[in-house]
C-alpha cells in the first residue's frame, strides 16, 4: 500500500473543498482506495490530503495526471507539495495492526 501525502495552500479554502468533493469519481477511477483531508488549526488556506493507493506507481501516475493539474487550477492551489510514501503500519485507538 503506497500513500500520496499532498500539502496544499489555497486561495479560498470553500472553494478548494467544493473541488476536492467534487472530485471523489475522479480519484477514485486512478486507483485511490481511501483518502483524508487534514485541514490546518493554524491557517485555514492549509490542507494535506492522504490518499491511499494499491502501489507507489498508481499513486505516481495520479500525483501527476492532467485531471488532477485542472481540478487543482480550478480549486486555487496556490502551492502544493507532493510525496509517495509507502504505508509501513497502521491501527488506531493507541495500537498498531501489521499492515
Not at 496544499?8 to 470553500?14: H, K, Q, S
Not at 494535506?48 to 501527476?64: G, K, R, T
Amino acid at each position: 500500500m503506497s500513500v500520496l501525502l499532498a500539502r496544499y495552500r489555497v486561495a479560498d479554502p470553500g472553494r478548494f473543498r467544493t473541488v476536492y468533493d467534487a472530485f471523489a469519481a475522479t480519484r477514485a477511477a486512478h486507483g485511490a482506495r481511501a483518502h483524508r483531508l487534514l485541514a490546518s488549526e493554524a491557517d485555514p488556506a492549509r490542507f494535506v490530503a492522504v490518499i491511499e493507493f494499491d502501489d507507489a506507481a498508481a499513486a505516481e501516475l495520479y500525483a501527476h495526471s492532467a485531471a488532477r493539474a485542472t481540478a487543482l487550477d480550478e480549486a486555487g492551489v496556490v502551492e502544493r507539495e507532493d510525496e509517495v510514501m509507502r504505508l509501513e503500519r497502521a491501527g488506531g485507538a493507541g495500537r498498531e495492526v501489521p499492515a
